[in-house]
């Protein structure tokens, strides 16, 4: 009872209220709570103080018409990633624990065909302040979003544009590094498993894969190259390409596909990492339960995440100086590469 006495009047505390036991001016008191300048540090912690003893919260409703937004942003990513591939699941997740450290809301939305009138209407009409959105997602109606008035952020490479503020991990050294590492634990024959060519970080994770071989002085092969669509089964129906040309190591341009191919090996016979070893891109699976334990170069889901949503904010403050960001994975070791 007593708990439900103390909602109750919480719910009816004003700013008027936090004004007038602070000793200061409704609009002062407004400055303080919004963290703006004209307030000295001990009448903005004086302020606060009293607001949290009185459990005040500011009427978001009016701050949003006040400002013009919403605090509330946009994920436009395929559902395709959230129900088969866990690269958009790490994603949503990693944008949403960024959003929640900056007092933001998430509106996620699936991109398969075009929108409704409705949807239409949150995404391009000023219901959020910005969209980040996903490369995976870029085509049809989404690439027309680049160009209409709602700030937009790409997570990804756009496969056809540079003119749009972006954030990418870096692929194609991060890939030649993960041969590199198959070459330093004794391989010879590198076979590569690469993603739909019509996307960028595929081409580029393949040209990592080229440059480590050229970096190695050691021949490229292009028959050592197996065409998968970055799905787990597709990893597993071309693993057996690869195994049969003799290869002791492949690298997977995504996870998925990788544990594809040991799934494949499995089925073969073929131990690993004895026979062949493997190194995955991404970062999704190195800690599912999968023996031996997954090499990979990782994905710092929750530093991209960060970084676009920061750049979106900027954007929507008016800054002309927003620039597209690189950011550099890690190759993480796993028994996938290493004898025991």
Same mark, same amino acid.
């Given at each position: 009872?007593?708990?439900?006495?103390?909602?109750?009047?919480?719910? /009816? +505390?004003?700013?008027?209220?936090? *004004?007038?036991?602070?000793? =200061?001016? $409704?609009? @002062?008191?407004? #400055?303080? !709570?919004?963290?703006?300048?004209?307030?000295?540090?001990?009448?903005?912690?004086?302020?606060?103080?009293?607001?949290?003893?009185?459990?005040?919260?500011?009427?978001?409703?009016?701050?949003?018409?006040?400002?013009?937004?919403?605090?509330?942003?946009?994920?436009?990513?395929?559902?395709?990633?959230? /129900? +088969?591939?866990?690269?958009?699941? *790490?994603?949503?997740?990693? =944008?949403? $624990?960024? @959003?929640?450290? #900056?007092? !933001?809301?998430?509106?996620?939305?699936?991109?398969?065909?075009?929108?409704?009138?409705?949807?239409?209407?949150?995404?391009?009409?000023?219901?959020?302040?910005?969209?980040?959105?996903?490369?995976?997602?870029?085509?049809?109606?989404?690439?027309?979003?680049?160009?209409?008035?709602?700030?937009?952020?790409?997570?990804?490479?756009?496969?056809?544009?540079?003119?749009?503020?972006?954030?990418?991990?870096?692929?194609?050294?991060?890939?030649?590094?993960?041969?590199?590492?198959?070459?330093?634990?004794?391989?010879?024959?590198?076979?590569?498993?690469?993603?739909?060519?019509?996307?960028?970080?595929?081409?580029?994770?393949?040209?990592?894969?080229?440059?480590?071989?050229?970096?190695?002085?050691?021949?490229?092969?292009?028959?050592?190259?197996?065409?998968?669509?970055?799905?787990?089964?597709?990893?597993?129906?071309?693993?057996?390409?690869?195994?049969?040309?003799?290869?002791?190591?492949?690298?997977?341009?995504?996870?998925?596909?990788?544990?594809?191919?040991?799934?494949?090996?499995?089925?073969?016979?073929?131990?690993?990492?004895?026979?062949?070893?493997?190194?995955?891109?991404?970062?999704?699976?190195?800690?599912?339960?999968?023996?031996?334990?997954?090499?990979?170069?990782?994905?710092?889901?929750?530093?991209?995440?960060?970084?676009?949503?920061?750049?979106?904010?900027?954007?929507?403050?008016?800054?002309?100086?927003?620039?597209?960001?690189?950011?550099?994975?890690?190759?993480?070791?796993?028994?996938?590469?290493?004898?025991?």
């Amino acid at each position: 009872m007593d708990s439900q006495r103390g909602q109750q009047a919480s719910e /009816r +505390v004003t700013l008027d209220d936090v *004004a007038r036991l602070s000793g =200061v001016s $409704r609009s @002062a008191a407004s #400055r303080a !709570l919004n963290n703006r300048p004209g307030v000295r540090p001990d009448v903005r912690e004086r302020v606060n103080r009293i607001a949290d003893h009185l459990g005040f919260r500011p009427n978001r409703a009016a701050q949003n018409l006040a400002s013009g937004l919403s605090s509330v942003i946009g994920l436009v990513i395929p559902s395709s990633d959230l /129900r +088969v591939d866990p690269y958009g699941a *790490a994603m949503t997740h990693a =944008v949403g $624990r960024a @959003a929640i450290t #900056r007092d !933001l809301g998430v509106m996620l939305h699936l991109a398969h065909d075009e929108p409704g009138a409705t949807v239409h209407h949150i995404l391009s009409d000023g219901l959020i302040d910005g969209l980040l959105i996903s490369s995976v997602a870029v085509g049809s109606w989404v690439d027309g979003l680049f160009d209409s008035s709602i700030a937009t952020v790409l997570i990804g490479t756009h496969p056809t544009r540079t003119d749009v503020v972006s954030v990418d991990v870096e692929n194609r050294d991060a890939s030649a590094m993960a041969v590199t590492h198959l070459f330093e634990q004794g391989c010879e024959r590198v076979g590569c498993i690469v993603g739909p060519l019509d996307r960028a970080d595929a081409r580029a994770r393949l040209e990592g894969y080229r440059l480590a071989h050229e970096q190695a002085g050691r021949p490229y092969d292009p028959q050592l190259i197996a065409h998968g669509n970055f799905g787990r089964l597709s990893g597993v129906n071309v693993a057996g390409s690869l195994f049969e040309a003799g290869v002791d190591g492949i690298y997977s341009s995504n996870d998925e596909m990788a544990v594809g191919a040991m799934w494949a090996a499995a089925h073969r016979g073929v131990r690993i990492p004895d026979d062949v070893k493997i190194v995955g891109f991404d970062g999704t699976s190195i800690d599912e339960f999968i023996e031996p334990s997954l090499t990979s170069v990782v994905q710092p889901f929750d530093r991209i995440a960060s970084t676009a949503i920061d750049l979106l904010l900027a954007i929507v403050a008016g800054r002309a100086d927003v620039q597209s960001a690189t950011i550099v994975p890690e190759l993480v070791k796993g028994g996938s590469t290493a004898l025991a």
